[in-house]
T-cell receptor, first 117, second 111 residues
Framework: GAVVSQHPSRVICKSGTSVKIECRSL??????MFWYRQFPKQSLMLMAT?????????EQGVEKDKFLINHASLTLSTLTVTSAHPEDSSFYIC?????????????FGQGTRLTVV | GIQVEQSPPDLILQEGANSTLRCNFS?????LQWFHQNPWGQLINLFY???GTKQNGRLSATTVATERYSLLYISSSQTTDSGVYFC?????????????FGAGTRLFVKA
């Protein structure tokens, strides 16, 4: 299957600072990338959808100014958690799909465990 | 929005046992995937199965789209099968090609 690389895998930051998470599709062009958040022992909740070269679409209840998403190329999307607070601590996972073809599956990165202290 | 329900929520098996996990969804979907999330959080693609039946080793899956459910079969379970199994669907009636996850089935296989 296709490979999606997410970096960093783990990050600890101080409250009030910003953290950037990268998501790369290594062997295919990802026309669309998705960002999810997962709390312990819970499912993945979709935060936003990003298409290359356009603004991200955020799910209801997700603060766009808090979670900045950039999808500057067909292989890279970034999620920046701005002015992080302890309640932003979570597991963040990206997904990438090539939607040029019909019926394509989603592939996921390894996830980033963010701890805000 | 679409509801994706997985059952059972938790499952404990003795090594070597077989099991069936179920995923029900409340609306039409373009596709359906099954994932295994390992203890480190990595999601492993198991099946891309909008309809029909597929097999891969000890695992197989069947989706009956007209009746809005999918089943994941695990045969001769091993301790390495432990983890959380997620069903995820792309609803047909929304734009954006989103993948929506069920709550998962947490599987523990005892040696």
């Amino acid at each position: 299957g296709a490979v999606v690389s997410q970096h960093p895998s783990r990050v600890i930051c101080k409250s009030g600072t910003s953290v950037k998470i990268e998501c790369r599709s290594l062997d295919f062009q990802a026309t669309t990338m998705f960002w999810y958040r997962q709390f312990p022992k819970q499912s993945l909740m979709l935060m936003a959808t990003s298409n290359e070269g356009s603004k991200a679409t955020y799910e209801q209840g997700v603060e766009k100014d808090k979670f900045l998403i950039n999808h500057a190329s067909l292989t890279l999307s970034t999620l920046t958690v701005t002015s992080a607070h302890p309640e932003d601590s979570s597991f963040y996972i990206c997904s990438a799909r090539d939607l040029k073809g019909y019926d394509t599956e989603a592939f996921f990165g390894q996830g980033t465990r963010l701890t805000v202290v | 929005g679409i509801q994706v329900e997985q059952s059972p929520p938790d499952l404990i098996l003795q090594e070597g046992a077989n099991s069936t996990l179920r995923c029900n969804f409340s609306d039409s979907v373009n596709n359906l995937q099954w994932f295994h999330q390992n203890p480190w959080g990595q999601l492993i693609n198991l099946f891309y199965i909008p309809s029909g039946t597929k097999q891969n080793g000890r695992l197989s899956a069947t989706t009956v789209a007209t009746e809005r459910y999918s089943l994941l079969y695990i045969s001769s379970s091993q301790t390495t099968d432990s983890g959380v199994y997620f069903c995820a669907v792309e609803p047909r009636n929304t734009g954006g090609f989103k993948t929506i996850f069920g709550a998962g089935t947490r599987l523990f296989v005892k040696a």
